[in-house]
């Protein structure tokens, strides 16, 4: 649909974007307590703990990304038109 078009430029926009200044989505951390590290004792959450790099890698692979660079694939960028924010 046309929303979930403008949805995805705008994702890969964003990351263009914060590559540009130096941020990289790969390089992102979280909190420990965030990830289940330690798990929690009780509760519907109890022993989850959250592989924070098996879920990025795959994040990037479904939004067609490198999921070892973490950058948007040329042919992402063709499909979207967006050759013109790339340097």
Known sequence: SMNRAKLRIA?????LFNK???ISFK???F???VLGNPALKKGPNKGV?????T???EYLKEIDFDPET???LLKTIKDLNLE???S
Not at 49 to 53: C, K
């Open 55 to 57: 879920m990025v890698d």
């Open 11 to 15: 994702d890969v926009l964003r990351l």
């Open 27 to 29: 390089k992102h951390s």
């Open 84 to 86: 013109r924010y790339i």
């Open 31 to 33: 909190p420990e307590r």
């Open 49 to 53: 703990t959250i592989d924070l790099n």
């Open 70 to 72: 973490g950058e948007p």
């Open 20 to 22: 540009k200044a130096g």
